[in-house]
Structure formats: C-alpha cells, structure tokens
C-alpha cells in the first residue's frame, strides 16, 4: 500500500484543483472571523470542511450523512479531510452556519470555473488533456456575457444548497445542536 493518501490520488483529481482554489484564490476571513468563539471542543478546521462541501456539491452529493460516509470510504473525501471523519452533524452545521457566506464562496468557484471553461451549470469537469486550439470569440465570455452567467450561477448555488438542507431534514437530521433550525424557513421563504 502507499505510505500516503496523496500517493492514492491521481496527480489530476478535480480534488486537487478544488483544494488550490479553497487555498490560494478565496478570501475565507468571512468564514474565520466566525469561528473567534471557544466554547465546546475543537473545531474542524474550516478550510478543510469548505473543500469537502464543494467536492461533494460538484460530485451531486448534497447529503451530510453520504459526505461522512464517503470520508470512510472514498479516496478523494479521505484526501480533502486529511483522513479524518467529520460527523454529519459537523457538516450540517458547518453549511448552516455559513450558509450565506457558503454562497458567496461557491459563486466565486463556479466563476473562475466558469472563466477557465471547466463548469457547465454547476457540474465541474477536468481533465488532464492538453489540446492546441484558438480560443473561438463566439464562445469566449466577454463582461456582457459573463454577467447573466454569474446570475444563472448564483440562482444554482442556492438551488444546491437548499436541496442540500432538504436532503439533510429528510433524514433526519433537522435538529442539529446548536444551529437556529429556523434558518430554512428564512432561506425558503
């Protein structure tokens, strides 16, 4: 077996590109300056829980209890969480907490996703293939275009992360300690 999870994981995982974003292009004090708080144990690190949230939603999987799951068993989510295992409650409230700041975050992803041409409405697609070409000005996105995709963008954002609050409620996990379970009503309404 190989001494590391990075030996496990091909050197053009999409898991790669997803965690240099979360590292070195998004402004994360938002979700920093909420964690000043000391009470309880100690936290997961929220990079870490950001980057798992991301892979999961560009993966289709909105479920907190499947992402605990696939943390076990899946190489990527092993990667993303340093092969620890954050609880499904830990991850539904990491989403609630920050849902309004989650949204900013997964916007700006999608946009330089969208920049690079690796997103199609949400689902972000890699591959290690380098091909010669010119860039085709009808498929190039000027200011003008790239405004009204940045609306669709955003309007999918939310979409994920209000079917990733009603899978959670349908199984069970509606009352989360320590999270206002008010919030959903707020965000639907």
Request: net charge negative; proline share 4%.
């Given at each position: 077996m190989p001494p590391s999870l990075d030996?496990?994981?091909?050197k053009d995982h999409s898991t790669r590109f997803i965690s240099?974003?979360?590292?070195?292009?998004?402004?994360?004090?938002?979700?920093?300056?909420?964690?000043?708080?000391a009470s309880g144990g100690p936290a997961?690190?929220?990079?870490?829980?950001?980057?798992?949230?991301?892979?999961?939603?560009?993966?289709?999987v909105t479920s907190s209890r499947e992402m605990e799951q696939r943390c076990h068993v899946d190489i990527a989510f092993r990667w993303l969480s340093a092969?620890?295992?954050?609880d499904?409650?830990?991850l539904a409230r990491f989403r609630r907490r920050h849902e309004k700041a989650l949204g900013d975050l997964f916007n700006q992803v999608l946009v330089l996703c969208s920049e690079a041409g690796l997103v199609k409405l949400g689902r972000v697609a890699l591959d290690g293939t380098k091909l010669r070409a010119s860039a085709s000005r009808r498929k190039s996105m000027s200011y003008e275009r790239l405004g009204p995709r940045?609306?669709?963008?955003?309007?999918?954002?939310?979409?994920?992360?209000?079917?990733?609050?009603?899978?959670?409620l349908d199984h069970g996990n509606d009352n989360v300690p320590g999270v206002n379970n008010n919030m959903l009503e707020s965000y639907l309404s």
């Amino acid at each position: 077996m190989p001494p590391s999870l990075d030996d496990w994981l091909p050197k053009d995982h999409s898991t790669r590109f997803i965690s240099e974003v979360v590292d070195e292009l998004l402004d994360l004090s938002v979700i920093y300056a909420s964690c000043v708080e000391a009470s309880g144990g100690p936290a997961y690190d929220s990079t870490m829980m950001l980057k798992l949230l991301l892979y999961a939603y560009s993966t289709g999987v909105t479920s907190s209890r499947e992402m605990e799951q696939r943390c076990h068993v899946d190489i990527a989510f092993r990667w993303l969480s340093a092969n620890t295992t954050p609880d499904y409650r830990s991850l539904a409230r990491f989403r609630r907490r920050h849902e309004k700041a989650l949204g900013d975050l997964f916007n700006q992803v999608l946009v330089l996703c969208s920049e690079a041409g690796l997103v199609k409405l949400g689902r972000v697609a890699l591959d290690g293939t380098k091909l010669r070409a010119s860039a085709s000005r009808r498929k190039s996105m000027s200011y003008e275009r790239l405004g009204p995709r940045i609306a669709e963008l955003e309007a999918q954002v939310a979409t994920i992360l209000a079917e990733a609050e009603a899978t959670d409620l349908d199984h069970g996990n509606d009352n989360v300690p320590g999270v206002n379970n008010n919030m959903l009503e707020s965000y639907l309404s």
